[in-house]
């Protein structure tokens, strides 16, 4: 059997797809939204968004909306690393875009986002599973779903996979998956009962290892270690597990008394950090947002910024080209731009940052009183976002050649 068409079918009721949904419901589009889920649960995941993403937020007319759902402005970025003293940044003082950094309780969020695009117009239907999404040149995609013990087709304008890092989507559409090799790997959980500050978030900077400490509501803490795959560090995984992630977090610097009646309330469990990316993410009518497109290193935080990036970028796009296969090529295009600068920037900082052994050593002792010196050397690309030039003259500055 077949449904009416429309003009979006979003496959992933997350942050980007109903980010993207209400949107474009606001652009006149009829939109609908599959996801799987009938209520979304606590993973390990992202939950601090960098000044850039706060100003993607804004500019999409969501950041009102995720502070009212529970998101926490954060103002400060604590910075600590060995003997030195902390390192108090001032966000909305330093970035271009003026804007602190936001929080918040990933779950709470996509309820809250997904309800407002129902409440905006967008069609949401949830407990569905979709089974295959079809491209098609020149006509309409569409997408198979299973719903209470039927199969149908829906065919669009354009099909959205908004299905996270281990999107269906991509490999039902054919694209090319890339993948760095492994170099971090990462461990989250959500805490409970630590004792820090609530206005800044912390990181604690050790050679081949990082530390991030991101306040939410209610004082709850997401607390990630990330660590290069050669310090040594077993995977960490499970509740019996959180005493050893808090001994190798206060290995790194972080303080004692920060976790100090601490307990684990969300699961602990431990990821690779290795880039997976899909160049160009438009083809035949089926565009890619947010994981789905680009998943960066989630040790350095831009994910849910790029992920908004994603959704304005595309946005723009479709309102701006009648030819909507015209659009998603231009989204494309400027998608790899803007996650090239930040792949290449990661790069750059986990070879001088998280980079282990004599070489790497080396490295350092040569850089770092340079930026001691001159913090302007290292481009702001974590805070301000990826519109800057990183070429091989700055890398050459950068590294001290």
Not at 62 to 90: K, V
Not at 148 to 173: C, F, K, L, N, Q
């Amino acid at each position: 059997m077949s449904d009416r068409g429309y003009d979006l079918v979003i496959v992933g009721g997350g942050l980007a797809g109903a980010a993207l949904g209400m949107a474009m419901v606001k652009e006149g589009a009829r939109v609908l939204v599959l996801e799987r889920e009938t209520q979304f649960k606590d993973r390990v995941r992202g939950e601090s968004m960098a000044s850039w993403g706060t100003a993607e937020a804004r500019e999409l007319g969501i950041h009102e909306l995720m502070r009212d759902a529970g998101g926490c402005d954060i103002r400060y970025w604590d910075t600590y690393a060995g003997p030195m003293p902390r390192n108090r940044r001032d966000l909305p003082a330093m970035t271009k875009q003026k804007a602190p950094s936001v929080t918040f309780y990933h779950p709470e969020m996509q309820e809250a986002l997904l309800r407002a695009a129902a409440e905006a117009g967008v069609e949401v239907r949830r407990k569905v599973s979709v089974t295959g999404v079809t491209p098609v040149n020149d006509g309409s995609p569409r997408v198979t779903v299973e719903e209470e013990g039927r199969t149908s087709e829906i065919p669009a304008r354009m099909v959205i996979g908004a299905d996270g890092r281990t999107s269906a989507t991509r490999r039902w559409a054919g694209f090319s998956v890339n993948r760095d090799g492994e170099r971090l790997l990462i461990a989250g959980v959500l805490l409970d009962g630590t004792q820090m500050d609530t206005d800044a978030i912390i990181h604690v900077q050790g050679f081949g290892q990082l530390i991030i400490l991101a306040p939410l509501q209610s004082g709850r803490v997401r607390a990630y270690f990330a660590y290069h795959k050669d310090v040594g560090v077993e995977r960490l995984t499970g509740e019996a597990a959180l005493p050893r992630f808090i001994e190798h977090s206060v290995r790194t610097g972080a303080q004692a008394a920060w976790y100090e009646g601490a307990r684990a309330i969300g699961p602990l469990a431990t990821f690779e950090g290795a880039d997976v990316w899909v160049g160009h993410p438009y083809r035949d009518g089926v565009a890619l947002i947010g994981d789905a497109a680009a998943s960066s290193d989630p040790s350095f935080g831009q994910g849910l910024s790029l992920t908004l990036r994603d959704v304005r970028v595309l946005r723009d796009a479709l309102r701006s080209h009648d030819d909507w296969n015209a659009a998603g090529h231009a989204y494309a295009a400027e998608h790899d731009r803007y996650f090239g600068t930040l792949r290449t920037f990661e790069d750059w900082f986990t070879m001088l940052f998280m980079e282990v052994g004599p070489e790497a050593d080396a490295r350092r002792g040569r850089v770092m009183p340079r930026f001691m010196a001159d913090p302007e050397l290292l481009p702001p690309v974590l805070f301000s976002g990826p519109d800057y030039t990183l070429d091989e003259a700055l890398r050459q500055r950068v590294f001290g050649e």
